[in-house]
């Protein structure tokens, strides 16, 4: 069943105070190389004259967020901007190095504080229910301004990460294709139980192969079998849980962000007009017969720029392929970000495979290759 989480407190006078902050010049760093302080403000959330056809009465918070904008993107934390599959990431952060989890590649390993939090929330739920497990592999999550990572078609927006698993051979330092002998199936669940309930996911793609397996240990633990149906897609429609082909090495996680994206969806047009963020982008379905020339030609880009989007080493189009096309101007506002309650199972169940230790003896794993989503 789908139980709301409690409303967040109100971003508005903390973002108050920040820009106050920014607007001081008492607390602008010294020395030659600092940055012209900005002039003090009177009143930092008053609006400025307001654009052809929008509204004067804006929210506070919005009214705070087009401010900061405009003095100082910066102020405005990770911003996730457009889809998966054509976006960008402004403000990025680094995940961290930590106790329970190693990054691959730090290169590809930028996100949202949103997506970072989560995917540490889960790991140490893990951790928390198994004290001294292996410290489980961070793969891409996006490039640190977002867009295009090269093999992949999604991790554009800092809301992407892949995840390994937990093998029973122990720790590992790259993702290892899996079978349910090289599983530690207590873990690899646990992982992806607080995935569901404890963070903001959208969708967990994985090889149906590793879905059935992971889904029969569930049932064994004693989960909810309904709830477990809703999860897995077993009861009409598709679930959080989904199959995607080359998921035998690992995780593919999608997270909504709350913040990232509806802050990113108010103050995107600006940051656009100012030339602090690159033009939108937007999907375009190939016919039969067409060619980047006539695709660069429709939307007002070039060529180049619809290559460098997609990865594309030469100008051949696929008929039927969705492709990525640089704009340039901002499409209408879809309206605020809407984000489901959390899936939540009836009530936690408690059996004795919940508190044993997992098994860990030495399974095999083979090294996974291949494109990813």
């Known amino acids: 069943m789908r139980v709301k989480r409690p409303t967040p407190g109100t971003f508005a006078l903390a973002l108050l105070a920040l820009l106050c902050a920014v607007g001081s010049p008492a607390l602008a760093a010294d ?14 959330l008053a609006p400025g004259p307001a654009a052809p056809g929008e509204a004067e009465d804006l929210p506070l918070e919005t009214e705070a967020l087009l401010v900061a904008a405009q003095r100082d993107p910066a102020v405005l934390g990770p911003l996730s901007i457009g ?47 198994y004290p001294g497990s292996p410290r489980l592999v961070i793969g891409d999550v996006s490039n640190p301004k977002g867009g295009r990572l090269n093999r992949h078609r999604s991790h554009q927006t800092g809301r ?41 996911v959208d969708r967990i793609f994985v090889d149906r192969s590793l879905i059935a397996v992971l889904y029969a240990h569930a049932v064994a633990e004693g989960e909810d079998r309904d709830w477990l149906n809703d999860v897995f897609g077993r009861s009409g429609g598709k679930g959080i849980v989904q199959h995607e082909r080359r998921h035998k090495d690992h995780l593919h996680i999608r997270f909504y962000n709350p ?8 103050v995107y047009p600006v940051l656009v007009e100012m030339g602090a963020a690159p033009p939108p982008m937007v999907k375009h379905r190939v016919r039969r017969g067409e060619t980047l020339g006539l695709l660069a030609q429709r939307y007002g880009t070039s060529v180049s720029a619809i290559r460098a989007a997609n990865g594309l080493r030469s100008t051949r189009l696929r008929a039927g392929r969705s492709y990525t096309i640089p704009i340039r101007r901002v499409p209408p506002d879809e309206g605020p970000v809407f984000v489901p309650p959390r899936l939540l199972p009836p009530s936690r169940v408690s059996t004795a495979s919940a508190t044993a230790s997992p098994e860990t003896s030495a399974g095999e794993g083979t090294s996974g290759a291949a494109a990813q989503r």
């Open 160 to 200: 992407d990460a892949d995840l390994g698993f937990y093998y029973r051979r122990g720790e590992v330092d790259t993702f290892l294709t899996a079978r349910k002998k090289d599983l530690d199936l207590p873990r690899t669940w646990a992982l992806v139980r607080a995935l569901v309930t404890e963070t903001d």
């Open 83 to 129: 889809t998966p599959d054509a976006g960008l990431l402004l403000n990025p952060m680094p995940f961290p190095e930590g106790p329970f989890w190693t990054v691959r590649d730090p290169r590809e390993a930028w996100g949202t504080d949103e997506t970072i939090s989560y995917v540490v929330t889960a790991i140490e739920a893990v951790e928390a229910r």
């Open 31 to 44: 020395g030659p190389d600092a940055p012209p302080a900005s002039p003090p403000a009177t009143d930092p």
């Open 259 to 266: 913040r990232a994206q509806e802050h990113g969806r108010i």
